[in-house]
């Protein structure tokens, strides 16, 4: 998960305190979910949405990161 979320980070060029802000969490949620401290957030829709990927994928139960993939099906 939290691997997922720095790529999807880095791609958008966002840092943690960034994505925070956008979902309206703190920082330090943002920073247990990529560290490993945390393992899943009730915000993981909202944190997807934002990085333009699924929770599934976040969560590694998918290879693909794009959203409308999954719509398609």
């Known amino acids: 998960l939290g ?5 999807r980070l880095h791609a958008k060029g ?5 994505l925070a802000r956008r979902i309206g969490v703190k920082s330090t949620s943002i920073w247990k ?9 009730k915000h993981l829709h909202a944190i997807a949405r ?3 990927t699924t929770p599934e994928y976040l969560l590694g139960e998918t ?3 794009n959203p409308a993939s999954k719509i398609a099906d």
């Not at 691997?3 to 790529?7: D, K, L, P, V």
């Not at 966002?14 to 960034?18: D, H, K, N, T």
């Not at 490993?36 to 957030?41: D, L, P, V, Y």
């Open 33 to 41: 979910l990529v560290s490993g401290q945390s393992h899943g957030s």
């Open 14 to 18: 966002w840092s943690q305190a960034e």
């Open 50 to 52: 934002e990085l333009e």
């Open 3 to 7: 691997e997922r979320i720095e790529q």
């Open 63 to 65: 290879d693909d990161v």
